[in-house]
């Protein structure tokens, strides 16, 4: 006997199991909605000065001009320059390079190991349901700046480490997002009519439950980015996240800080202005996206204000 | 009911025993001697050896957490490694300033978002709604730190109204204490005040689509009357219960605002710690901070459980 390969399951298929077209309308949809497509302007542009941040800058981050420190926005230095004579345009443009690697691979840790947790264990269920899901309770029980100092302390300030702490911070909300979609996903009657027909493990996860959890798991992606930069900013602040002579948004926060008393307003305003704006443009296109893919999901506000 | 207070109780317990197991963690996955560093240039043998001894490093793992997880229940956190102090005392001198911001920026927030809400969901689609939701955009968004520095250049350096930083107790001084509490107060209590909008205004909006509200209306009764009587009685459950969540996030974020403006309380406390690898200060003020987090998160399920006996049934 000849494997099937078409499994007649599938004629029972979920009605919101995404294909090519449901991509497209997605795009589309996404588009329409005009704070979602402003803030995939903003990352776009944001995307390429961090990626081509050599062409862009007008100086090298480092370049520091001892004898114009300090200097407010002019013609040279359209953002002024920090204590070091250094411009902090530059310096911008090359800390989006920071915040959006470290986001991005933060972010990248919690959703292979969330959902791989969250897989395992809705699929599975039993004793290492328990165990695992008991497991990321506990790392939900922790504020997650806290959490991200407590491992960082462990670590050793670094960019490297931070990414780790945030990564670990991030993973229990992708865990139990996964685990709560497989759970629904599992009982549904064209899984349990595939598996009778002798599906493996491996087939049903692949066609049937990953299609499922992609929504919800897009969207919240997409605003733990936004969270993760929030969050790597702050550590760098704290001067516990990237450190020095690294260009971060947060790391050139603490130094301007220093400089308040003198009046220096143009170290502190832009860097912040930078998160700030990248932040909101994650957001945006986050809820664009839980818009488009999955109105029922919670909202960003739920997502992180409520643990 | 009692069954479900009785589930959610011992799940509470279940994470906190995590939890103490993870802080207890912490000093072991160190790399390395952890008093060693703490020490540094005032190197001392036997105040090494007694530091070791006293946060008992030289017995087995497993009756190491057995005592620090005994002790600490009965309120003994160890001595810090850099001062010889007893952890608690050092908590519990800081603890006033850190409740007194977390309460007062809970405080801002409501202030923010109990009108902002109630009028945004009263006034749906109107030009208040949008301003409403794009304050809570740009709240969620805003970095608190940075909106805390705008803050300091703004009203303490350009207008000189308030001072930039530092906490003096309410009991010594209480006017000076309220000027100083204003700039932190806010940072923190504008951001809370962003995420609270969007609650008020949907649990407001729900409360407004019921049957029995469109009765009342169907009835000719008057708006406000409506609006106060039938509406706002319900929409106090889920905030209750958002703004009790809100506190245990402020609690755990409040490090940063705390850092900004020099307020001597846990989450400073907690950081210095790490710069100095001070492990038992850092272990204590984390088991605080997520103790109450915990605490205040099991409080409100249960509080929200009482106030809506359907939760209990699901």
């Known amino acids: 006997m000849t494997e099937p390969t078409h499994d007649p399951a599938e004629e029972l298929q979920a009605p919101d199991e995404p294909s090519e077209p449901r991509w497209r309308e997605t795009l589309s949809a996404l588009l329409k909605n005009r704070l979602a497509a402003a803030g995939m302007i903003v990352l776009a542009l944001l995307i390429l000065s961090a990626v081509f941040a050599d062409l862009v800058a007008p100086y090298a981050y480092t370049d520091g001009d001892i004898v114009r420190r300090l200097e407010p926005p002019g013609r040279d230095h359209w953002f002024g320059t920090d204590e070091l004579g250094r411009d902090v345009l530059s310096r911008v443009i090359f800390g989006a390079r920071v915040s959006l690697q470290v986001g991005a691979v933060a972010v990248g840790i919690s959703l292979m190991v969330g959902t791989l947790i969250g897989l395992i264990s809705g699929y599975r269920g039993g004793w290492i349901d328990a165990v695992l899901m008991r497991t990321m309770d506990v790392l939900f029980s ?93 550590l760098s602040y704290l001067g516990i996240g990237v450190q020095p002579p690294r260009p971060a948004w947060g790391l050139m926060l603490l130094d301007a800080q220093g400089f308040i008393p003198t009046g220096a307003w143009w170290m502190s305003l832009f860097p912040g202005l930078a998160i700030f704006l990248t932040v909101m443009a994650l957001n945006l296109v986050g809820d664009g996206l839980r818009d488009a893919l999955d109105p029922k999901q919670r909202s960003i506000i739920q997502s992180r204000g409520v643990t | 009911m009692g069954r479900y207070v009785l ?67 009965t309120g003994d ?40 809400g109630i009028v945004s969901a009263v006034r749906q689609g109107r030009p208040v709604d949008y301003a409403a939701s794009s304050f809570s955009q740009i709240g969620v968004s805003v970095p608190d730190f940075w909106f805390g520095l705008l803050l300091i250049l703004v009203f303490a350096r350009s207008l000189g109204w308030l001072p930039p930083s530092g906490y003096v107790s309410p009991l010594e001084d209480p006017v000076e204490a309220i000027r100083r509490l204003i700039l932190p107060a806010t940072t923190a209590g504008v951001v809370t005040g962003a995420i609270l909008t969007r609650f008020v205004r949907s649990s407001v909006l729900e409360a407004m689509g019921a049957e029995h509200v469109r009765l009342a209306r169907a009835k000719g009764m008057p708006e406000r009357y409506i609006l106060r009587h039938h509406v706002l009685r319900n929409a106090w459950i889920p905030v209750v219960t958002i703004t009790g969540l809100q506190l245990a996030t402020l609690l755990g974020g409040i490090v940063v605002v705390e850092v900004v403006f020099a307020w001597p309380g846990i989450g400073r406390l907690a950081l210095d710690a790490v710069v100095r690898r001070d492990y038992p200060v850092l272990q204590g003020a984390v088991l605080l901070i997520a103790t109450g987090f915990l605490l205040i998160n099991l409080l409100v399920d249960l509080l929200y459980a009482r106030l809506d006996p359907r939760i209990t049934t699901s």
């Open chain 2, 77 to 116: 956190l160890g001595v810090s490694f850099r001062t010889g102090q007893p952890v608690t005392g050092a908590l519990l001198q800081r603890l006033p300033a850190t409740m007194l911001l977390a309460f007062a920026a809970l405080l801002v927030g409501l202030l923010i978002a109990l009108p902002a």
């Open chain 2, 7 to 73: 589930r959610r109780t011992a799940q509470a317990a279940v994470a906190l025993l995590g939890v103490s197991i993870v802080v207890f963690a912490l000093i072991h996955l160190v790399p390395g001697d952890p008093v060693r560093p703490a020490l540094g240039t005032r190197f001392d043998q036997e105040l090494y050896e007694t530091l070791i001894a006293r946060a008992g490093l030289d017995q087995p793992l497993l009756l190491q957490y057995w005592n620090w997880l005994t002790s600490a229940l």
């Open chain 1, 142 to 234: 922790f504020p997650v700046v806290l959490l991200a100092i407590a491992i960082v302390a462990v670590l050793t300030p670094s960019l490297r480490n931070t990414m780790i702490a945030i990564g670990v911070v991030f993973t229990p909300i992708f865990a139990r997002g996964v685990r709560g979609s497989v759970l629904s996903v599992r009982e549904e009657v064209y899984v349990r009519a595939s598996r009778s027909l002798g599906a493996s493990d491996w087939r049903i996860i692949s066609r049937h439950v990953l299609p499922n959890v992609a929504a919800p798991v897009i969207v919240q992606t997409s605003l733990s980015l936004a969270f993760a930069i929030l969050t790597e900013a702050a």
